[in-house]
């Protein structure tokens, strides 16, 4: 049998080994984790709806209505009103013809891959493209091409060169990066080469775009320039599960292939009232984004002027780069000495030597807060060298 004692062993040598910590209590930025109460700066509620009021109230009122469990798979009995209903309403947020609710991100991806290319067709993926995207590409038995990150032109002639059935697949923002895809280059580059178009928009639903619309609305494309759009809604949206969108023949189609979404039991009916209910706060929610904006504007200038080297974001995921791993956990330890909470990215989540602490902002963490962290990230500046670089 193989040694999983040494495996692990190996891991916590190489500074890799993964721990969880024990929150109690609501999601918000002063948290409770393994009895300390710390700030924190790594949570994805961007929009800080994981704990509201009105999220909360409308779980509370659907619970009488629906009861608690899906009991069973949509294509057997569990496709509730309650589900339908939050896929009308998704479907009209994001202006597209129609749109299927999943249990999680990780499984929409998998089941649109799996569904939409097989044997025989070719995917072509962002390398830095979320692992659950990794996941369905292997799954789906396609050839797979990865594209360098963001990179049209090299993308284009890729394209040009493959005959067949071609989908081409893209985070909207990169989930450890924060940077936006070139989102209109790839859809005239997937139109010019006839390949089918996916964004996961998992970490720009909620944030960009007009009343948070996304990352694709933001640019004003269209179902035609974007035939398939995934949004997660565990995120800012601060509930669960997850959605894709696009045109009626296409969801149908998932329906009858998507087999994350055939092979499993629907989420709580509740839970897809409450998440509506999430959708009209984010609609409404012009100052949660603008005091988010100032928020990271504020730290971007800070912490350029301590010397720490930022990557090219403009959305609430701020990595700050480190490169070594053993570096970027001892950068958290001590942020943490001073009762700060941001978790330290390593291989294989990020490229190896590309370790970063992923500093993310929420518009529930007031300026007092934010200084809190500027005054922390001051304290630690010596744990790097003069180039902001692990020593
Ligand atoms: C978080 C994330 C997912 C997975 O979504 P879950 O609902 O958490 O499973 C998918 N894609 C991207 C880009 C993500 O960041």
Do not use: W
């Not at 284009?156 to 067949?164: C, D, Q, R």
């Not at 989908?167 to 450890?176: A, C, E, N």
């Not at 189609?253 to 509506?276: E, H, N």
Request: glycine share 10%; net charge neutral; proline share 4%.
């Amino acid at each position: 049998m193989r040694d999983f004692t040494s495996e692990l062993e190996q891991r916590k040598q190489a500074g890799l080994y993964r721990a969880r910590r024990q929150v109690s209590g609501p999601q918000q930025p002063a948290i409770t984790t393994d009895g300390k109460l710390l700030l924190s700066f790594c949570s994805n509620d961007y929009l800080g709806l994981a704990n509201h009021p009105e999220t909360i109230e409308a779980l509370r009122c659907a619970l009488p209505e629906t009861g608690l469990g899906g009991a069973s798979s949509h294509l057997i009995c569990g496709h509730h009103e309650a589900h339908h209903r939050l896929e009308e309403r998704l479907a009209a947020f994001t202006g597209r013809s129609s749109a299927l609710f999943f249990s999680t991100g990780y499984m929409a991806n998998l089941g649109v891959i799996s569904a939409l290319a097989g044997r025989g067709d070719t995917v072509f993926s962002d390398r830095l493209n979320h692992a659950s995207i990794i996941d369905g590409c292997i799954l789906s038995r396609a050839k797979v091409r990865r594209y360098a990150h963001g990179d049209v032109a090299a993308l284009a002639p890729m394209l040009a060169e493959t005959s067949g059935h071609k989908l081409v697949i893209t985070d909207g923002v990169f989930s450890m990066d924060g940077d936006v895809a070139p989102l209109k280059e790839l859809a005239q580059v997937c139109r010019d080469h006839n390949a089918l178009l996916v964004v996961d928009d998992a970490h720009g639903f909620g944030v960009l775009g007009p009343q948070g619309r996304g990352a694709v609305a933001e640019l004003g494309l269209s179902e035609a320039d974007v035939p398939i759009l995934v949004g997660t809604l565990g995120k800012a949206a601060g509930t669960s599960g997850a959605f894709v969108a696009g045109p009626e023949i296409l969801m149908d189609y998932l329906v009858q292939k998507a087999r994350t979404y055939i092979y499993t039991t629907a989420m709580p009916p509740a839970l897809a009232l409450a998440t509506r209910a999430s959708l009209d706060v984010i609609e409404q929610g012009d100052e949660r984004r603008s005091h988010l904006q100032g928020l990271i504007e504020r730290f971007r200038r800070e912490a350029i002027a301590l010397g720490y080297e930022l990557m090219p974001s403009r959305t609430p995921i701020q990595p700050i780069m480190v490169g070594n791993n053993r570096t970027a956990l001892a950068l958290s330890q001590a942020l943490e000495a001073s009762g700060l909470l941001v978790t330290a990215i390593r291989p294989p989540t990020v490229p190896a030597g590309e370790a970063r602490l992923r500093v993310t902002f929420s518009a529930a963490h007031s300026y007092e807060q934010l200084d809190c962290l500027m005054q922390a990230l001051s304290d630690c500046r010596h744990l790097l060298n003069k180039k902001g670089v692990a020593s």
